[in-house]
């Protein structure tokens, strides 16, 4: 009789019931990121480098010398590292107990001179912080309590108990949560972040801010708001309790506390280093908190072969709802025993891709997952991570067209692009990487072959093997360990830019930029055709490029300052042109030339380059150009044309890419 229909029901609390129209699933996405606040601030170029983490480094009696150790193994083995995550092991205190925003000195005997040694080597520290307090082994729990700066049990006149980790595995213990909406909590939080952390050289990872088991009865002071996050259409206000009147965990939700935590460190992070972006991990993420947090994750995932195939679906589907888009999952697997060389070589190949890059791990076997674990494997994982660090450009460039500008997530599932080919609705476990670059992780053992089905109403180029494939098939490809990457497929009509490998994004000028270009095949004329007009007119493709100091938030004032370069590639019957333009020039990048190639042996057609001051084909013959003593490409130079740019292109004998 009704037909298919949704039913949502909420037991208390306000109701808003917001409808989007599409068509598109693209425009839906979009104006969702809209209605909750696009992200405020770019992330800084840094945390799209490798993020290292493990549990065991903080559990360790030596932990600063481990913790200071890695640094140094990421150089004899050429791992780039551009992060750590510091786990809570800081935190104990002499009972065992993890007790937020105190130091155990004897794991960290000097945490100042840790973060300066790591921070010289270009590696940040983000301190894993919970929010709450233990109540019998913190040191200010009994303070809290007298400000009312925790989350409070009305009925029984004290603060509201939970369960929760408290010392080794397994172990809990009474905690109360910090209240974020009193004025107590929310000025305890940013106090102590600042002085025992910030200061000290140390960002804050936001960790269990789900806020989970709390009393739906017990009550917040609600004296602080969630001022500053942007709220176009009025959905966070209409959410907001009455300012000083007590209400319930029932009526107003728990997202505000998560909301209000993530407010508290931004704000701390924004009087601390002015003028620097602000870079918060989270791990829990509600709407609107995308506007300040950077980077997420999907959680304690377990060391299986599934929960690679499993985290994709996860990962594609959570792009969808607005969380930040600098998402990812625990590489490796974060609890079990180590993965095997097979399946770490397997999670690394496609976790390249994530915009959260994180190897991370607590194994139950006392193990710690590193990139050199394994000496069989470590050239491979070695390759990935370059392969990585080469791909940043590109990765930061689809961020500022596409979240940045645009409210887009960077990893789609492959309907989001395609939604007219019905056969993309069952694609779970791949995923597109902006909207041209297509990655088919391998998710079981002694597999070395992956088939896929390539998206119709386009052509696709396998990276690896440079094969052409018209769209609307399944195709197998081979896939060994021994590759950098998982296989890659790329539209036809699309490019890739690339920079250098280095120890970190900052460690020295990126002065070398590349662009592969990957052309649509002109069909040929049947026949009957040649006498009429031609049917398949030459489209020009567009790749933009966005460089900026990735540090600093001058590209959001008045001089702009930042550079956006576009690549235009025409592709027709005969000759492929290529050109730039620039659409904006407030910044000066490390490099002059942008070097171009297509890596597709089989194409044949002549490649013509325009220069892009005069407008002008150039010759061939003349122009500067340089092989990667890898690959064997050639890349051509095109000069970029900035205004107050006196340089002359400079010509390299070979530069490996």
């Not at 409808?19 to 693209?26: A, E």
Request: net charge negative; aromatic share 12%.
């Amino acid at each position: 009789m009704w037909g298919p229909y949704t039913s949502y029901h909420a037991e208390s609390g306000p109701l808003d019931y917001v409808m989007i129209h599409g068509p598109s699933i693209s425009s839906i996405v979009r104006s969702f990121g809209i209605i909750t606040g696009s992200t405020q601030h770019l992330p800084p170029r840094y945390s799209f480098g490798y993020l290292a983490s493990s549990m065991g480094y903080a559990e360790s009696d030596n932990a600063q010398t481990k913790i200071e150790q890695f640094a140094k193994q990421c150089r004899k083995h050429d791992i780039p590292c551009d992060g750590m995550h510091l786990s809570s092991g800081y935190t104990v205190v002499d009972n065992g107990d993890r007790c937020v925003f105190t130091w155990n000195k004897k794991r960290f005997p000097r945490p100042e001179k840790m973060a300066a040694r790591l921070n010289a080597a270009g590696i940040h520290i983000f301190a894993n912080v919970k929010p709450w307090l233990l109540q019998k082994s913190h040191p200010d729990f009994e303070k809290l309590k007298q400000e009312r700066g925790l989350v409070w049990d009305d009925e029984n006149d004290k603060p509201s108990t939970v369960l929760q980790w408290r010392a080794g595995r397994y172990t809990m213990g009474d905690a109360s949560y910090i209240d974020f909406t009193s004025e107590a909590g929310y000025t305890y939080w940013q106090t102590q972040l600042r002085t025992q952390l910030v200061d000290k050289g140390f960002l804050p990872w936001l960790d269990n801010n789900e806020f989970a088991m709390l009393d739906d009865q017990h009550t917040y002071a609600c004296q602080v708001e969630p001022k500053m996050y942007d709220d176009p259409v009025g959905l966070l206000a209409s959410s907001v309790p009455t300012k000083n009147k007590r209400s319930c965990a029932r009526h107003v939700g728990t997202p505000i506390q998560t909301l209000l935590m993530a407010q508290a460190s931004f704000q701390v992070l924004q009087e601390a280093i002015p003028n620097q972006r602000p870079f918060l991990i989270t791990r829990s993420s509600v709407p609107f908190c995308q506007q300040l947090v950077n980077q997420t994750w999907s959680g304690d995932n377990t060391t299986e072969w599934k929960t690679i195939r499993y985290n994709i679906s996860m990962g594609v589907g959570a792009s969808l709802c607005a969380i930040p888009s600098g998402y990812g999952h625990d590489v490796g697997g974060f609890a079990g025993p180590s993965p095997d060389p097979e399946m770490f070589v397997r999670w690394v190949q496609q976790g390249i891709f994530w915009p959260r890059f994180s190897i991370h791990s607590f194994n139950t076997d006392n193990t710690i997952t590193e990139p050199w674990m394994y000496p069989e494997v470590l050239p491979t994982i070695r390759e990935a991570i370059h392969l990585r660090y080469r791909i940043i450009p590109y990765l930061y460039s689809l961020y500022v067209v596409h979240t940045y500008r645009n409210n887009e997530p960077l990893i789609r599932p492959i309907f989001y692009d395609h939604q007219n080919d019905s056969k993309t609705y069952n694609q779970q476990f791949e995923f597109m990487l902006g909207p041209n670059t297509l990655i088919a992780p391998i998710y079981n053992p002694n597999e070395t072959k992956r088939s896929i089905y390539l998206p119709q109403e386009t052509a696709w180029y396998h990276y690896q093997s440079e094969k052409y494939f018209e769209g609307g098939q399944t195709v197998t490809v081979d896939s060994s360990l021994d590759d950098a990457a998982a296989p890659i497929f790329v539209k036809a009509g699309s490019m890739i830019c690339f920079g250098q490998v280095m120890n970190n994004v900052h460690q020295m000028p990126d002065d070398d930029r590349r662009v592969q270009i990957f052309p649509e095949r002109w069909p040929k004329k049947k026949e009957e055709e040649e006498e009429e007009e031609d049917p398949h007119p030459i489209t020009r493709r567009i790749f933009t490029m966005i460089e900026d100091d990735g540090k600093t938030l001058y590209h959001e004032l008045e001089g702009r300052a930042y550079t956006e370069v576009q690549v235009w590639m025409e592709a027709g019957p005969d000759i492929i042109k290529v050109g730039l333009k620039i659409l904006n020039d407030g910044y000066f990048p490390d490099y002059d030339t942008v070097w171009v190639t297509c890596p597709i042996a089989s194409e044949t057609r002549r490649l013509v380059f325009v220069d892009p001051q005069y407008n002008e084909v150039m010759n061939l013959q003349e122009c500067p150009r340089i092989v990667d003593d890898n690959t064997m490409h050639c890349y051509y130079g095109l000069p970029l044309p900035l205004n107050n740019n006196k340089k002359k292109m400079k010509s390299k004998a070979t530069a490996p890419l």
